[in-house]
């Protein structure tokens, strides 16, 4: 199955500002897909990434809060612009595998101050 | 947002023993899957059951999907101190790995040693 590199895996950022996180696979896939796990909770869905085309993003979540670029096919990443405390969470990139499961990066701890 | 419901959603044993856990879904899928996260980190896929499957087996683990009820559950045989972890369930829609998944609240394993 495929293996994802993530970075950073963790970072303390300033209100106000943004971070870019990195996904890179190695295999080429056709979806990428984003999530967000806030503090104690589960995982929800950010938004898809398909290669040659604009992110479709989930209910609740937009484009100038989250900008994803999907340059190949075998990178991407994720934007979490004009940063609160709110956006404290973890943050993980997913791709699908053959047998119908899912490989997931390892994740990115932000911390907003 | 979250497909549904998982039980307990923390679970403490002794070492030797067996942990079940419950997940419960809303909508239609074509196959559900049970994941595995320690501290907060990248997400270890445990095991896929189609929506045509009533249980599955591997290695320790048992799983079992009914989707007259929507339910689902995970059971982990002679439980060892490495299976503390956060456990979630997860559906998938249409399969293929194409849409992303839709997960549970989980369920906090604490084995004790």
């Known amino acids: 199955s495929a293996v994802i590199s993530q970075k950073p895996s963790r970072d303390i950022c300033q209100r106000g500002t943004s971070l870019t996180i990195q996904c890179q696979v190695d295999?080429?896939?056709?979806?990428m897909f984003w999530y967000r796990q806030q503090p104690g909770q589960s995982l929800t869905l950010i938004a898809t990434?398909?290669?040659?085309?604009?992110?479709?993003?989930e209910s609740g979540f937009v484009i100038d809060k989250f900008p994803i670029s999907r340059p190949n096919l075998t990178f991407s990443t994720l934007t979490v612009s004009n940063m609160s405390p709110e956006d404290s969470s973890i943050y993980l990139c997913?791709?699908?595998?053959?047998?119908?499961?899912?490989?997931f990066g390892s994740g990115t701890r932000l911390t907003v101050v | 947002s979250q497909q549904g419901e998982e039980d307990p959603q923390a679970l403490s044993i002794q070492e030797g023993e067996n942990a079940t856990m419950n997940c419960s879904y809303k909508t239609s899928i074509n196959n559900l899957q049970w994941y595995r996260q320690n501290s907060g980190r990248g997400l270890v896929h445990l095991i896929l059951?189609?929506?045509?499957?009533r249980e599955k087996h591997s290695g320790r683990l048992r799983v079992t999907l009914d989707t007259s009820k929507k339910s689902s559950s995970l059971l982990i045989t002679a439980s060892r101190a490495a299976d503390t972890a956060s456990y979630f369930c997860a559906t998938d829609a249409r399969g293929g790995g194409a849409d992303g998944l839709t997960f549970g609240k989980g369920t906090h394993l604490i084995i004790q040693p």
């Open positions: 997913s791709v699908g595998v053959g047998s119908g499961g899912y490989t």
């Open positions: 990434a398909n290669q040659g085309s604009e992110a479709t993003y």
């Open positions: 059951i189609r929506s045509n499957e």
């Open positions: 295999s080429q896939v056709t979806m």
